[in-house]
T-cell receptor, first 114, second 112 residues
Framework: AAGVIQSPRHLIKEKRETATLKCYPIPRHDTVYWYQQGPGQDPQFLISFYEKMQSDKGSIPDRFSAQQFSDYHSELNMSSLELGDSALYFC?????????????FGSGTRLTVV | TQLLEQSPQFLSIQEGENLTVYCNSSSVFSSLQWYRQEPGEGPVLLVTVVTGGEVKKLKRLTFQFGDARKDSSLHITAAQPGDTGLYLCAGPVSDAGNMLTFGGGTRLMVKP
């Protein structure tokens, strides 16, 4: 069965650079979520989209933006990268109204800012 | 402040031992989910509990949802090295939204 696909798997950027992370949800899933997980921490919610519109917003810095496209894939754009942005970034998807049943997570993108 | 508190944070046991991980909140949740995460990978959903008092079993794993739907537990019988990982409980922040909040996680290591 198709899972949530994230790319790239690993990314190394320098401070003040920009990065774009991509997420392809499970086919027919209309809701996408982005989470950030620092070393030894639990995932922290950043932002979510339903039917290409932002639905919930968490602790996403102003330097970050995201969108969901007509094919339901989503991109997280990160600018003016800081050392503290180094983390695992996960995307998850679900069907709207069924998120309480559980998400399917991608394998994540490990971002390292040097 | 975490909506969901997990305990213990770390657990190191020998193969064959039993263990219980707890997930507690002062808030009522419509459902709670348990995920297992391996290093460098995304969390994988193990189970969702919905009804107060519900008990679900997944091989050697037993999940329970408290009667008041404020807490949940995960019990592993005869732990194996393959059970090693980060166990996360999660629940919807509100009935209206889709956002999940996670507990702080329990990092389990099972030594052979």
């Amino acid at each position: 069965a198709a899972g949530v696909i994230q790319s790239p798997r690993h990314l190394i950027k320098e401070k003040r650079e920009t990065a774009t992370l991509k997420c392809y949800p499970i086919p027919r899933h209309d809701t996408v979520y982005w989470y950030q997980q620092g070393p030894g921490q639990d995932p922290q919610f950043l932002i979510s989209f339903y039917e290409k519109m932002q639905s919930d917003k968490g602790s996403i810095p102003d330097r970050f933006s995201a969108q969901q496209f007509s094919d339901y894939h989503s991109e997280l754009n990160m600018s003016s990268l800081e050392l503290g942005d180094s983390a695992l970034y996960f995307c998850a998807s679900s069907l709207a109204g069924l998120a309480h049943v559980g998400y399917t997570f991608g394998s994540g993108t490990r971002l390292t800012v040097v | 402040t975490q909506l969901l508190e997990q305990s213990p944070q770390f657990l190191s046991i020998q193969e064959g031992e039993n263990l219980t991980v707890y997930c507690n909140s002062s808030s009522v949740f419509s459902s709670l989910q348990w995920y297992r995460q391996e290093p460098g990978e995304g969390p994988v959903l193990l189970v969702t509990v919905v009804t107060g008092g519900e008990v679900k079993k997944l091989k050697r794993l037993t999940f329970q949802f408290g009667d008041a739907r404020k807490d949940s537990s995960l019990h592993i019988t005869a732990a194996q090295p393959g059970d090693t990982g980060l166990y996360l409980c999660a629940g919807p922040v509100s009935d209206a939204g889709n956002m999940l909040t996670f507990g702080g996680g329990t990092r389990l290591m099972v030594k052979p």
